[in-house]
């Protein structure tokens, strides 16, 4: 470790956190005076292809490194196989790659190759499998560790650096040294410190990254030297210097993690051999590196990722905008209320800058953070209400945008298909949710359907339908809220093996599906290749929709797999796809569910028999869209509720609920079966799940019929105090369930009734005459006008 530091003068490393308007600025300002040959970069060098492109991003964005080949679906290479590594406006790398590209100087990325981090990953979720396995043969479950989390792809790296490393070193100053270092200097919060010392910097300060890689040296000597993961890292990353000195460079500049500054630093006391020796044999697997969108909502540390920040919208205004920083988020922020029609004058902004410098003076802080000017929103812009400073603060907080990367970006054929079709048809990507309204009549709307329903058959989930209202504005409109997230790019690598382009991969997709599935399955992929006109996959979807309608023998099944069918049925014609063939396999389920029905509904407990009235709630819906499904679907109704002794209580009040909706049992009738329920000779149990059953889903039926009503009251009336204490729970639950203004109509329904007579209670409330006077001034007005 006493080597002279021979060659180093030729090396600059630049220390920085990951994310950071302060280490942009610097690292800009420093590269600028060292005007560097050459530029290294942590981060994979698989990535160096593709440096070319940055000219053509606009951050944020992110550099996407998956395996060559496209491992199977639920494996441990689809799901380990692909990491990010993402750059905002205001990241230090992105600053020096920026540098590099205006000004035409060779740059790589120095870390250790994504392809060794993968196959380690790989690896280890392999093991954990094999371990789980052995585990659950053994009989002790399969609570194996399933490696690096979706997070870590995006952190793994990252977060060491500007944590300190690996999470399991005893001492702390490996796992925390930026908290040691701001305990050094007076803080009790690190990031505060890092933002003070380093981020809010402003332009034409001494560079800090010399001091920057003192601390962390002496920090460093405290913990022992590095092993496992990131002694491999920096040796890989001091070859990488090796090599580019060899290569005869004379000014080199390296971007790391401030962890690793000293170890890059300090080349010549890390003997060659030695790195040689940790970075033999390493597992390795053949990668792709491209760039994708990001979101600053995924750099945000809310959303997992180990190396975010508190606020990505708060670090790109500081980056943006260095002049007044405080003036201009306040403005913003002003703004932001006035378009959502709250009161907020200039003098609301003024106020709040002083308040968020004084808070700033007071906490000796060299410039009003986050913290100073949030509180300042609150205080002063929103005058202390907490629901009009969260809008303010979940949006600009965040700042949330979608980088975007150019057409030439390597890109595997189905993502370009999926990049023409969304300019043809107008749909943006977008990291916020938007809602869409479609008119399937319209060709051009319909198309979009048709992209949104193939890309969710390949797992894409960029629209999501709004289910609240979708089929009651009628079979030609659909409504969907569309999302874009950075992962969906994966998802469409991983569905690459299906096909070159959407249509044909999702057809290859459902085929593939249903081989195997069971007819609930099916069915829903039959609606599924309705509206994503599959035209191509249908057949063979219907031939094996046949076969399983005609073995399959769990009513439970048929009823699951009805509903969709019979969507499918009636929507058909919706979207020019014949539905005679549909109609005819729908037809023949409902005929076995209505056979199988009295045998289904015995011996169903409380739980079963809840579920059961869900699926028979479905069933009658699909009844209903069948041209003769709705008559044998309620002829077989009507057969169950004569046997209701035979019968669920709750399936039975149910299903006489349904049939008095339809009419087809008089009141009087209805009356009789409900006395019968409620007689002594009943179990009380078994009457309140009667009346659950009948009650589901609105109780006004009770407010409409007060003799109904009466029988209700006359019964529990009866009940003994023991049996009335029993039952109160389940009466509580169906009550419960219905809503405050269905609770205060049966309420005052009770009120009414008198010994079977009813009459007329008025509840006088007195007048308050200030408050009425200027309704009673207007309508005065009105009447006098209307005179005239």
């Known amino acids: 470790m006493g080597r002279p530091r021979q060659g180093t003068d030729k090396v600059s490393v630049l220390g920085v956190r990951h994310h950071g308007p302060g280490s942009a600025r610097a690292v800009a300002a420093a590269l600028d005076e060292i005007k560097p040959d050459i530029v290294l970069i942590e981060g994979p060098p698989e990535a160096d292809a593709i440096t070319s492109l940055v000219g053509g991003l606009e951050p944020p964005v992110a550099l996407l490194v998956h395996l060559a080949d496209t491992p199977k679906a639920g494996t441990a290479r689809s799901r380990e196989g692909w990491g990010f590594w993402p750059f905002a406006s205001f990241s230090p790398e992105w600053a020096a790659l920026a540098h590099a590209h205006g000004r035409d100087v060779p740059v790589r990325f120095c870390d250790l190759p994504a392809a060794h981090s993968l196959a380690e990953r790989i690896e280890r979720a392999e093991a954990a499998e094999k371990e789980a396995e052995a585990g659950e043969s053994a009989g002790k479950g399969a609570e194996g560790d399933a490696g690096e989390t979706t997070g870590g792809r995006e952190t793994g790296d990252r977060a060491a650096d500007d944590r300190g490393g690996l999470a399991d070193a005893p001492a702390r100053v490996r796992t925390d040294p930026l908290g040691v270092l701001a305990e050094a200097a007076g803080y009790d919060d690190a990031e505060r410190w890092w933002d003070d010392v380093v981020e809010q910097r402003g332009d034409g300060e001494p560079s800090p990254f010399p001091a920057i890689a003192d601390a962390m040296a002496a920090v460093r000597a405290e913990s022992g030297p590095e092993t496992g993961r990131d002694a491999r890292r920096e040796a890989y990353m001091r070859q990488t210097l090796r090599a580019v000195l060899k290569e005869g460079y004379e000014r080199v500049a390296v971007v790391c993690g401030a962890w690793h500054a000293p170890a890059l630093r300090d080349l010549y006391e890390y003997p060659v051999k030695d790195d040689a020796a940790l970075l033999k044999g390493l597992p390795k697997v053949k990668t792709t590196a491209t760039w994708v969108p990001w979101t600053h909502g995924r750099l945000a540390t809310a959303s997992g990722y180990g190396a975010g920040v508190t606020s990505p919208g708060w670090y790109h205004h500081l980056f943006s905008a260095p002049d007044l920083p405080i003036h201009r988020w306040l403005t913003d922020a002003a703004r932001l209320l006035r378009e959502e029609g709250q009161p907020v004058s200039s003098s609301h902004v003024i106020e709040g800058v002083r308040l968020a410098e004084s808070l700033a003076v007071l906490r000796g802080r060299p410039l009003a953070g986050i913290d100073e000017v949030s509180e300042a929103v609150t205080a002063v812009l929103c005058e202390g209400e907490q629901s009009r400073a969260s809008l303010v603060h979940g949006r600009m907080m965040i700042g949330e945008r ?387």
């Open 402 to 788: 979608l980088g975007s990367v150019p057409a030439d970006t390597p890109m595997v054929p189905l993502q370009r298909d999926l990049m023409a079709a969304r300019k043809r048809l107008r749909l943006k990507p977008e990291a916020f949710d938007r809602d869409l309204d479609l008119d399937l009549r319209k060709d051009s709307q319909r198309e979009r359907s048709v992209l949104l329903h193939r890309l969710r058959v390949l797992g894409v989930e960029w629209g999501v339908p709004r289910s609240s209202d979708q089929h009651s504005r009628g079979t030609f409109r659909e409504s969907w809220r569309l999302r874009w997230d950075p992962d969906m790019d994966v998802a469409l690598i991983e569905a690459a093996p299906w096909g070159t382009t959407v249509a044909s991969a999702a057809a290859a997709r459902v085929v593939e599906v249903a081989a195997d599935a069971e007819l609930p399955t099916l069915t829903a992929l039959t609606e599924q290749c309705l509206f994503a006109e599959l035209g191509d996959a249908l057949p063979d979807v219907l031939a094996l929709l046949t076969d399983r309608a005609a073995t399959d023998g769990d009513i439970t099944h048929l009823m699951s797999a009805l509903p969709p069918l019979a969507r499918s049925a009636r929507y058909g014609n919706v979207r020019g796809t014949d539905g005679a063939h549909l109609r005819a396999v729908a037809q023949q389920i409902l005929a076995r569910v209505c056979v199988g029905l009295p045998t289904a509904v015995r011996g169903l407990d409380d739980d079963a028999a809840a579920r059961f009235v869900g699926a028979i709630d479905r069933t009658h819906g699909a009844a209903g869209l069948l041209d003769e499904g709705g008559h044998v679907w309620t002829e077989a109704l009507e057969a169950l509720a004569r046997r209701d002794d035979q019968v669920p209580g709750r399936v039975a009040g149910r299903v006489n609920r349904i049939l008095a909706d339809a009419g087809r049992i008089t009141t009087e009738e209805l009356h009789r079966r409900l006395g019968l329920t409620m007689s002594p000779g009943t179990e009380p149990a078994r009457a309140v799940a009667w009346l659950e059953g009948f009650l589901q889903g609105s109780g006004l039926i009770l407010v409409h019929d007060e003799r109904l009503l009466a029988l209700i009251d006359t019964w529990l009336l009866s009940l003994s105090e023991e049996r009335f204490t029993a039952v109160l729970p389940l009466l509580r639950r169906t009550f419960g369930a219905f809503g405050a203004a269905e609770r205060e109509e049966i309420g005052t329904a009770v009120t009414r009734m008198d010994g079977g007579r009813t009459t007329t209670v008025r509840v006088r409330r007195p007048v308050d005459t200030r408050r009425a006077a200027p309704a009673v001034a207007a309508v005065a007005a009105l009447l006098e006008r209307s005179r005239a």
